[in-house]
């Protein structure tokens, strides 16, 4: 770092940048905004600004004009340098996986840390200054050029946008990075001209800073625009016309009730705002909204309680959409984040409790839909007429091989309230009537 106050502002930006990039992302997954890869940025801007602590500190005291501020603290502080960014680094590309690439196993991902903290230590101890500028430079190159590509390739693929802007901002940052990595190690050996390693040193914090303002701000647009896709686009197709709660008397098992006569079929367009009421259930049963979509009324268990749906999605915005829909056409629902949560409770539910519909994403971190319908195949093959799965992977030739091998539904995403309505209506017709 240069000894100016420019230069240590400079350090003060980067710092005070990858912090507020950090409580972004704690906040986006906190509040249930793709929680899978949320968290693993907010490690790695924690491991960002740790990189650098030792240096704010110093910077801080140029501005105050004592630069022996700390001095110890400072010592020991940027002995985590190294592993701080190799750390960040290796974070990134699994946070980059999570994004748009097939999911990566905890226990993959726990591996490159590891490997990461260990390369970045054992770096410390020998402190051989080209050795470590030359491990920090090949996994810059590795993560924000090699891996860009393949997540170029992802982005294409999965997304359909025609410009890949995670992988751009990943080259922008390593861009940069990979800049002042080779004038920080090698500038005296490459450029000997003092200019040029004085630019260098007092820049190095305001490009850090543009280059994970940059970063941040790419991640945060695919969040919106998941959020977006995972939305209902509700087509104009005519008026609604509120149905009233007709209830239902109790029977010894589901009763799929009979479909409307076509005639008093109305065509679905966008849902009311709000409710007009809820409407109570007996204690403990969840609350439901009185219908307003042609989304055929649920079963009636035999205690008299209706019967749930389970949403599994680990996007917050599609299981609040799914919610929005189905409560406001009459149904309690049960939403879970995760494929292995939702066939936990599918495992230990009675049949008589069983929700008569279940929607699950096709592609999750973790346990997907494919591994949800094997266990359910072995364990509970009841279920799996009531199984619809719901995915953005539809065109996907795997996923169209797997889906049509089973007797399960599929409902693409984007995807129209008319689309859900056929695939509940089809699924409550085929469960068993009382007298069957």
């Given at each position: ?29 906190r509040s249930g905004a793709r929680p899978d890869f949320a968290g693993t940025w907010v490690a790695a801007w924690a491991a960002q600004a740790v990189s650098i602590t030792g240096s704010l500190i110093h910077a801080i005291g140029i501005l105050l004009g004592d630069p022996a501020l700390g001095v110890g603290a400072v010592r020991w502080l940027d002995l985590l340098s190294v592993p701080g960014t190799l ?350």
């Amino acid at each position: 770092m240069g000894e100016t106050p420019l230069a240590a502002m400079g350090i003060v930006v980067q710092w005070s940048s990858g912090v507020l990039l950090l409580l972004l992302f704690l906040r986006l997954g906190r509040s249930g905004a793709r929680p899978d890869f949320a968290g693993t940025w907010v490690a790695a801007w924690a491991a960002q600004a740790v990189s650098i602590t030792g240096s704010l500190i110093h910077a801080i005291g140029i501005l105050l004009g004592d630069p022996a501020l700390g001095v110890g603290a400072v010592r020991w502080l940027d002995l985590l340098s190294v592993p701080g960014t190799l750390l960040f680094a290796v974070l990134a590309a699994v946070g980059a996986f999570q994004c748009v690439c097939p999911p990566i196993t905890k226990s993959v991902a726990w591996a490159a840390v590891a490997t990461a903290t260990v390369l970045g230590l054992t770096a410390v101890f020998v402190n051989v200054p080209t050795v470590t500028g030359s491990v920090l430079i090949a996994t810059t190159v590795a993560v924000f050029f090699g891996l860009a590509m393949v997540v170029a390739r992802a982005e294409r693929r999965e997304r359909l946008r025609r410009f890949p802007l995670l992988a751009a901002a990943m080259v922008l940052y390593g861009a940069v990075t990979l800049l002042y990595q080779v004038g920080g190690y090698f500038g005296q050996l490459l450029w000997p001209v003092d200019d040029f390693v004085t630019m260098v040193g007092w820049s190095a914090g305001y490009g850090g800073a543009l280059a994970s303002a940059i970063l941040g701000g790419a991640l945060i647009i695919l969040i919106v625009d998941a959020a977006f896709h995972g939305t209902v686009a509700a087509r104009d197709d005519g008026a609604v016309a509120p149905l009233d709660v007709v209830e239902a008397p109790a029977t010894a098992a589901f009763e799929a009730p009979a479909p409307d006569p076509p005639a008093a079929v109305v065509p679905v367009a966008a849902m009311p705002e709000e409710p007009a009421a809820v409407i109570e259930l007996a204690a403990g049963a969840s609350p439901m909204y009185p219908r307003t979509a042609t989304l055929p009324r649920p079963p009636v268990l035999a205690n008299g309680d209706v019967a749930e749906v389970l949403l599994i999605d680990d996007e917050a915005a599609v299981r609040a959409t799914l919610a929005r829909i189905f409560q406001r056409g009459g149904w309690p629902v049960r939403d879970v984040s995760t494929g292995e949560e939702g066939l936990a409770w599918l495992l230990d539910v009675s049949i008589e409790a069983a929700p008569a519909v279940i929607l699950c994403d096709f592609k999750m971190p973790g346990m997907g839909g494919r591994e949800v319908y094997a266990h359910l195949m072995r364990e509970r093959p009841e279920f799996l007429s009531r199984l619809v799965f719901v995915t953005g992977d539809a065109s996907r030739e795997s996923a169209r091989t797997f889906i049509a091998g089973t007797p399960c539904l599929v409902v693409a995403k984007p995807f129209t309230l008319t689309e859900i309505a056929r695939a509940v209506e089809a699924v409550l017709a085929a469960l068993p009537h009382p007298d069957g």
